[in-house]
């Protein structure tokens, strides 16, 4: 069974920052889209970054680009969110996902981690 298990979150004032990371053992990331969504209290869970292995393809969403950095380790099996200069809006519940099949005929599967938890305030 697949397992994303989230980590790297906490309490921190406006303008620092956090690292979060996902690991998930004994798991390939190639022909996964691998992202982090975060949900707010009250508003619906969005994706806010994404990449594709191999190759690093990112995405963001607008609201964090240029302060939200994804990136994989590979030697880790992990999925990395580097987040600078965090502000209040960013307080939330952040979830690691992996979309995808494992091969071309393979099933289509979406995994969830369980969440991490980011609250920003002074």
């Known amino acids: 069974q697949v397992q994303l298990v989230e980590s790297g979150g906490g309490l921190v004032q406006p303008g620092g920052s956090l690292r979060l990371s996902c690991t998930v053992p004994?798991?390939?990331?190639?022909?996964?889209?691998m992202s982090w969504y975060r949900q707010a209290p009250g508003k619906e869970r969005e994706m806010v970054a994404s990449i594709i292995s191999p190759g690093g393809s990112t995405t963001y969403v607008d609201s964090v680009k240029g302060r939200f950095t994804i990136s994989s380790d590979n030697t880790k099996n992990a999925i990395l969110l580097k987040i600078n200069s965090l502000e209040p809006e960013d307080t939330a519940v952040y979830y690691c996902?992996?979309?995808?099949?494992?091969?071309?005929?393979?099933?289509?599967?979406?995994?969830w981690g369980q969440g991490t938890h980011v609250t920003v305030t002074s």
């Open positions: 004994g798991f390939s990331f190639s022909n996964y889209v």
């Open positions: 996902n992996a979309k995808g099949r494992a091969a071309p005929w393979a099933r289509f599967n979406n995994y």
